[in-house]
């Protein structure tokens, strides 16, 4: 084998080469080799970028040695850049560890700090060093910061300097100044949080007995007591707890976002110990695997280094995760992670930076007129001429036109966005609604598809137990009595004679339904919880899903009462005499995703030993035994938008079950590949099961769904559902939420494997008109790989999509693929934590607090609690907010344009001088304190009222076509500016001719006058507030000429002829407009404008 480097990307490659062995050597450059054949004596062979041998003179002794030196110190200096760039980076390499527990030595508290990282919780963005560098980086990364930064810079050149320095420093130093503030004091608050919670006080637990150190003080192979409702420090492996079941529930909605409460168990070894201090006696060892994101595994060991040698297995639900909370008794657990290698803070990432449309179209538009001050500034100088120092009256001409991007238009847009964000908060009839991300609440103004997940947010994911079928006999709730009777029979003291005396069909009724009823009332991971409340104990249900409470609650309601469950044990209260029945757990297997399934062992009082099992039918279907009936009544449960589950069993004699628990030990102690060793001792059980019944559960539709959807169609929105439940299911929602009318044809799209089979079926969709689409999330991904393109075309056409056996990750793909095809704006919305992808892939993620937990509310960017909300959140909140940004944002930009068409208009009629028509105060003054309120009230202004918008959803459509801001409204208002910029100066060119020493006393005064008559025609709805902003400007601006009398004569002020002939320029620079706007309202109105009556 020979090893050659490519020339250019310096990568090794190898050949087996064809050559004689000994017919072959390296040359003295190390990248060729010579060969002794006759046939190319003198020449080398080298591997070219292809990979293929080419021909090449030899080189020279002197060459070959250059060469090798180049080569050498190319890959020492390649050698020393990488190892400088990852010391840089600080790569970390986690490992797994071994944690001493008891009298084995734990490591000093000096190499802990060396080995592993501290426990300390740090959430600040900056530090001391990097407050600065980082907020103005942020800041001028965007092009107009950038471009004052430059603007200002300039001013330091004295050949180019316009005016003072302040005119240009203090606007863009305001802007910063207050960006930073705001940094700051977001940054404080973030270490005084973080200092809250480094400095919180646990218990620990050493030799000498129980002692306080702040949670910064934990290092890993620490003790440590965990108190009731008291935050988990650090991740820990779970060895006692005050319960004397040996068990303790944590709540994980922090950490996961579920709020059901989760059972953890202590180490078996540690918890049978007499008291804590024991632990010490005792030699163990603690095999942790390495430090990574996934907190619903855990792998690790527990061994005792006695004689006995005692080995445990360790798993999830011996592992407690910091961030979690004690909901139960005490927890006293041994730190195997701190600070930034536990499982909260690597899950811990930035969301994605979403930049509104309307950013980007603004940023798109201050380019243009950044190339217009180009423009304008290159015809003034050739028409001045290029002779002498051209280039500097070229960059002051640049300067004073430089007015035309306006430095506040940021800073008004991020105040525009808080104020939508608090009205949005503040809405009563949205209560609740809590806005994460106050970068984008205008985008919800141009949404044109709304995927929505099913579970939870179409429906309540509050469960109600509807069917039980048994293969022969199905019970509804009216006939739910009859469930009852047969299975109080059994427990009746004369129930031999009486089941003795009915048909042979009677006694196989009350059979079935009496081991229907059992083992669904023990195949579950539910737990009776009693709180005292008052002078009465009150029970509740808690476990991993609302299907699993719905469940035993059913059986509570027709006889048979779980009312005890530990870590080996459960117990049943029976009907008629109310006697308690107790099973022995063996074992339990709980239900995943991957799965779809659950188990459970158990041993009742005889010594029966059997195995339950229940899950979804498409797994279940080939565990169990044959049968005639399953598939369809799952189908028909189905319709009826019944969430189903299959139930089914078998018993297992003593030597099998030793059997299969000597090879479940086994797997579990593996510490590689311990999940699947682990599933394939438990597949070995599951083969011929029983099937017992299948179950039917609803999930109610949420409040106001059905006119919520209409309204969001009849917007022109697209709704698509994507849900990880059965066809049929998705498609009966999808029926009776409305989201597809009764009279509308529903598509199925078949399973399909190959091209030919794709090809069909999209013949056969595209020849349907107006039909919803139903898909499989398998069956997509083979369509997407053979004609993506064309089944994107076909399904964006389709007035509703679903999209059923959808994974969390194909959420997020169908988004990407969406924005990828259309460039439409997505709203994504969803309840669960399989929804967090979904929602934060899409333009507008909304998330709903619901019965999964607040993961995806956190997540989202607005967080709201029932789907209802959505409605006015979009066809109101998300109009407002578009069409006040729009007119803030326009309007601030013609507030710059004025101001330099009027700067150029001096320049040319003063013979082409690069001067300075206002003077800097007056400059800043027009930007803030003149002119800021009134532009600022547009934030409060709207073309319809609510009630209107929701009445005419209609009106949304129009949104979504982007007319509220785009170039020709831009260039509508670029008109405007010149006209009155002329109007101003050339007005007070004629009328003041003789006064025109004090031309800026009249033009300042007459743009101030036209700014706030432009306010008021560009307003649709006025407010109290509007006024009130009008009056304040307009007197500070009264106050600042009689303050700074050197700059403005009193006396000419007060004179009629200056007033009455300012009020003329002003009045013909704005009537016109007030007359285009009335014969436009009159004979062309708006949409809006007809639907109320202007």
Known sequence: ??????????????????????????????????????????????????????????????????????????????????????????????????????????????????????????????????????????????????????????????????????????????VIAVTMLRELLDDIRRYRRDREVNSQSYKKLTSRGETFVPSSDIHVGDIIIVEKNQRVPADMVFLRTSEK??????????????????????????????????????????????????????????????????????????????????????????????????????????????????????????????????????????????????????????????????????????????????????????????????????????????????????????????????????????????????????????????????????????????????????????????????????????????????????????????????????????????????????????????????????????????????????????????????????????????????????????????????????????????????????????????????????????????????????????????TGDKLETAICIGKSSKLVSKTQEVFVFKQVYTRVDVHAELNAFRRKNDSALVIRGDTLEVCLSFYEDEFVELACHSPTVIVCRCSPTQKADIVHLIKKHTKKKICAIGDGGNDVSMIQAADTGVGIVGKEGKQASLAADFSINQFSYIGKLVIVHGRNSYKRSAALSQFVMHRGLIITTMQAVFCSIFYLASVELFPGFLMIGYGTVFTMFPVFSLVLDKDVTSTVALTYPELYKELTKGRSLSLKTFFIWVLISLYQGGIIMYGALLLFDQDFIHIVSITFTAVLLTELLMVALTIRTWHWLMIIAEIISLASYIVTLVIFKDFFDPKFLQTWNFIWKTVVITGISCIPLYIIKFLQRKFSPATHAKLVGL
């Open 245 to 722: 079941s040996g068990s303790c529930f944590i709540r994980t909605d922090q950490l996961d976002g579920e709020t059901d409460w989760k059972l953890k168990l202590a180490v078996a070894t540690t918890q049978r110990l007499p008291a804590d201090l024991a632990l010490f006696d005792i030699s163990a060892q603690i095999y942790a695997e390495k430090p990574q994101k996934d907190i619903h595994n855990f792998i690790g060991t527990f061994t005792m280094m006695d004689d006995s040698e005692e080995r445990l297995s360790l798993n999830l639900d011996n592992s407690i995760w910091a961030n979690s909370i004690i909901a139960s008794g005490t927890a006293l657990g041994v730190v195997i992670y701190t600070g930034s290698e536990t499982r909260s803070v690597m899950n811990t990432s930035q969301p994605p930076t979403k930049a509104g449309l309307v950013d980007l179209e603004i940023n798109f538009l201050t380019k243009i007129l950044f190339l217009g001050v180009l423009a304008l500034s290159l015809v003034m100088m050739a028409i001045k001429g290029f002779g002498g120092p051209w280039y500097r009256y070229l960059m002051r001409f640049i300067l004073i036109f430089s007015y035309i991007i306006p430095i506040s238009l940021r800073v008004n847009l991020d105040m525009g966005k808080a104020a939508y964000s608090l009205m949005m908060m503040s809405d009563k009839e949205i209560e609740g609604t809590v806005v994460r991300s106050t970068t984008i609440p205008e985008e919800l103004g141009r949404i044109e598809y709304l995927l929505s997940d099913k579970t939870g947010t179409l429906t309540q994911n509050e469960m109600i137990f509807k069917k039980l079928h048994l293969g022969s006999v199905s019970y509804t709730a009216e006939t739910m009595d009859e469930v009852v009777a047969h299975l109080r029979t059994p427990y009746l003291s004369d129930s031999i004679p009486q089941q003795m005396s009915h048909q042979r069909i009677r006694r196989t009724a009350v059979t079935k339904v009496h081991e229907a009823v059992k083992a669904i009332a023990l195949c579950h991971n539910v737990t009776p919880v009693f709180e005292v409340e008052g002078d009465f104990d009150t029970m509740t249900y808690q476990a991993s899903s609302p299907d699993e409470v719905a469940l035993v609650k059913w059986t509570e309601s027709v006889g048979l009462t779980l009312i005890h469950r530990d870590l080996t044990s459960m117990t049943l209260r029976t009907p008629v005499t109310g006697a308690t029945v107790k099973y022995g757990i063996l074992q339990t297997f709980p239900f995943t995703s991957e799965t779809k399934r659950m188990g459970i062992i158990v041993k009742d009082s005889n010594g029966v030993i059997t195995f339950y099992m229940k899950g979804a039918d498409v797994v279940m279907s080939s565990i169990v035994q044959y049968n005639d009936w399953l598939d369809e009544e799952t189908d028909n449960m189905a319709r009826e938008g019944l969430r189903t589950l299959v139930v089914a069993k078998k018993q297992l004699t003593e030597d099998q079950y030793r059997d299969f628990e000597a090879r479940y030990s086994q797997a579990k102690l593996s510490t590689e590949d311990r999940s699947t060793k682990i599933r394939a001792v438990v597949e070995s059980l599951e083969r011929d099961l029983e099937l017992l019944c299948l179950t039917g559960v609803e999930d109610k539709l949420q409040e106001n769904v059905r006119p919520t959807l209409e309204l969001l169609r009849n917007a022109g929105i697209k709704i698509w559902m994507l």
């Open 1 to 174: 084998m020979a090893f050659f480097k490519n020339n250019k990307s310096g990568e090794r490659q190898s050949i087996s080469s064809r050559l004689h062995p000994h017919s072959m050597r390296y040359g003295a450059d190390n990248h060729s080799i010579e060969t002794d054949d006759s046939s190319s004596v003198g020449e080398t062979i080298e591997l070219d970028l292809d990979s293929q041998l080419i021909s090449r003179k030899k080189k020279s002794k002197w060459d070959s040695f250059t060469d090798c030196i180049c080569v050498d110190w190319r890959e020492a200096l390649s050698r020393c850049c990488d190892g400088l760039w990852k010391k840089c980076r600080k790569q970390v390499e986690y490992h797994p560890r071994t944690i001493n527990v008891g009298k084995l030595p734990v490591y000093h508290q000096e190499m802990q700090s060396a080995v592993y990282p501290p426990n300390v919780i740090r959430n600040q963005k900056y530090s001391i060093i990097s407050f600065v560098p980082k907020v103005l980086f942020e800041q001028f990364k965007y092009f107009l910061n950038l471009y004052f930064l430059i603007m200002s810079c300039s001013q330091f050149v004295p050949e180019v300097r316009i005016g003072q320095l302040y005119t240009y420093w203090a606007p863009l130093g305001f």
